[in-house]
Each structure stands twice: as structure tokens, then as C-alpha cells.
């Protein structure tokens, strides 16, 4: 993530290298940097005889370093963006020779979406000499909360710990799928407003009170009734609410709750270190941990293990799945 960003502010400065590499399982921050070359490294007037995009599944190789051995027309450098290379893996070694005598004024950028390269190949080394290797990787549920902070932050915005825990409860680690929503957010909201459960409600349609934030919540406090009422709304509404990622996030709550109580220290800072949580929800963990002692969330563990089984249709028939997770909830809170 940073170094995505670093990547960007030494273009910005001026420290703009002949090749971009870029490749990994996160496509986010690959469209990012390729994105802002494709925008920015050549003025409007420059872009129409110095600027091509192509892609792997209509050229070879052999065609890349022939628009990358072209000359510029009437300006400083010519860019060449290679969208969907991981199309070209089987022969994307070839580039190596191209790497390690490019020509000085093409930007060649390579989008290697979803793949990695070999270290040991020819084309890896040349890179590290060359040219910018770039590999992104999928962040962890608990970082994309803070990614979604740092963005709306550099936006001028700010957002409730609540906020974000509902958005990333919601919409999971597509960083693409957030970054939209925020957008949407973003062309609504007066800059330097903070963006609320409310608002997220009203813009994007993800209910402030019915989510499965607030269905662990109310499992911590062991309130039944609210839990109920939260049950009954997902069953209600299963497109939006689908009981494998309700049941994925309870058995990451109760996962994380059986580490609190091996925790020497429960202090809020070394809790919310240990767990990777925002301080915010620290006290979630600590009413939950009186409700439920360790030998009952190993017990609740296991019952998740054996729903998130049946859910995925193994041992369970379409009628007992649509209850699932009632019966869940039941054996889980008594």
C-alpha cells in the first residue's frame, strides 16, 4: 500500500524510471500506479502519437518491444501500457533482454495482474536493476479499515470506527468494490464531513442496524432479543446478507475473543494489538469475554465450523440452510 504511493510521489517528483512492473493479487493498486502514468506523464496535446495501450491477449511480446524501441514524436518520452499481461504468462520471460537495454525515453508499464514472477528468472533480476518491480498484495480484512481511513483522509474526509467496520463487514476486501462506494460518499458529502453509520445507510443502503457488526455486538452482550430481531432480517433479506459471510464473521469474532482471554495483558492498547482491532471495539471483546468463557467459545467455534459445513450445502438440505442461522444463534446464546 505505501509503497504504491511512493511509487506515484517519485513520478510526481520527477525520478521516472523506463519500466513498471507490476503484478500481484491486488489489482487496486496496480490500476493506481498505472492509472496515474496513463493520465499524467504526458500532456493531452503529447498523448495521442506518444501514448499506447495494449493487451496481452492481442499482442506477443515480440509486439511490446517494437512500440517500446519506437521513438518519441515531438516530445520528451512516448508511454506504452500493457493492460491484462498475465495473459502472456507462459512467454513474459521474453522481456528480459528488453529490460536490461531499454530504451531511455519509453515508460513501459506491464499490468501482471493476479500473477507473480519468478525471482529466480531472468526477467525478475533484470527488474531489480532496471526497472520497478511492483508487487501488490491482498490486505488482511482487519487492514483494509485503515486503508479506508487513509484514503477518505487524503480526500479530506474522516469516518466513524463504526462506519468503516460496516463498509468492510459489508463489502469484504475488494478494494475496487470500497473505493466506488466511497466515490459515491465522496460526490454526496460536504468536504471535511465525517462520513457516519447514518450516512451510509441513507447513500449506499447498507442498514446501520441490521449487519453483521451489530449482530456480533449483540452476541457479545448476550442480547437475545436484538439478536433475534437481526436473525430475522437476514433470513428476510438473504441476497444482501448471505449466511456464509455471516458465519465467517462471527467465527472471526469468537476467534479473536479466545485469543483475548489467553492475553496476559488486557489493557486496551495491547489488546487491540494483539487482536489487529481498532481500540474502538476493544470493549466489545471485554463485555463478550464475561459472557462467554473459554471453554464456551472453543464449544461456539466448533458449532461455526460445523454451520459454515452445512451452509455451503454439505449435509444440510435447502430447507434446513434457510434456518441455519436461527438454530445457530440459538445454540451459540443459551
Not at 69 to 85: C, G, S
Not at 147 to 176: M, Q, S
Not at 228 to 252: E, M
Request: proline share 4%; glycine share 6%; charged share 25%.
Amino acid at each position: 500500500m505505501q509503497h504504491a504511493k511512493n511509487i506515484v510521489s517519485d513520478i510526481q517528483n520527477g525520478i521516472i524510471k523506463p519500466i513498471y512492473f507490476l503484478s500481484g493479487e491486488e489489482p487496486y493498486f496496480i490500476d493506481q500506479i498505472s492509472d496515474y502514468i496513463e493520465n499524467n506523464l504526458l500532456d493531452e496535446s503529447e498523448k495521442g502519437f506518444n501514448q499506447v495501450v495494449l493487451y496481452g491477449r492481442d499482442v506477443t511480446i515480440e509486439d511490446i518491444v517494437s512500440n517500446a524501441k519506437r521513438y518519441p514524436m515531438m516530445a520528451e518520452r512516448q508511454v506504452v501500457i500493457v493492460k491484462e499481461a498475465q495473459d502472456l504468462s507462459r512467454t513474459i520471460d521474453k522481456l528480459a533482454s528488453y529490460v536490461e537495454h531499454a530504451q531511455p525515453s519509453t515508460v513501459l508499464v506491464i499490468c501482471y495482474k493476479y500473477k507473480k514472477l519468478d525471482g529466480r528468472k531472468g526477467l525478475a533480476k533484470a527488474l531489480k536493476i532496471h526497472g520497478v518491480h511492483y508487487e501488490s498484495k491482498k490486505l488482511y480484512e482487519n487492514q483494509v479499515g485503515d486503508w479506508l481511513r487513509r484514503v477518505l483522509i487524503d480526500e479530506g474526509y474522516h469516518i466513524n470506527p463504526k462506519a468503516a467496520h460496516i463498509l468492510v463487514d459489508f463489502l469484504g476486501t475488494d478494494l475496487g468494490k470500497i473505493r466506488n462506494e466511497l466515490n459515491k460518499l465522496m460526490l454526496i458529502l460536504p468536504k471535511g464531513s465525517e462520513v457516519t453509520p447514518e450516512a451510509i445507510e441513507e447513500n449506499i443502503g447498507i442498514s446501520k442496524d441490521f449487519n453483521n457488526f451489530e449482530l456480533r455486538k449483540a452476541i457479545g452482550e448476550r442480547n437475545i432479543v436484538k439478536a433475534q430481531r437481526i436473525c430475522n432480517y437476514f433470513t428476510q433479506n438473504p441476497k444482501d446478507n448471505p449466511l456464509v459471510v455471516t458465519i465467517s464473521s462471527l467465527y472471526g469474532f469468537f476467534s479473536n475473543l479466545l485469543k483475548y482471554h489467553g492475553l496476559p495483558q488486557k489493557d486496551k492498547s495491547s489488546v487491540a494489538k494483539a487482536l489487529g482491532v481498532n481500540p474502538y471495539f476493544v470493549g466489545e471483546y471485554t463485555t463478550a469475554a464475561r459472557h462467554y468463557p473459554m471453554k464456551k467459545v472453543s464449544a461456539i467455534i466448533a458449532l461455526l465450523r460445523e454451520a459454515d459445513v452445512k451452509s455451503k450445502g454439505v449435509g444440510s438440505s435447502s430447507f434446513a440452510t434457510a434456518d441455519l442461522l436461527k438454530e445457530l444463534l440459538v445454540k451459540v446464546m443459551q
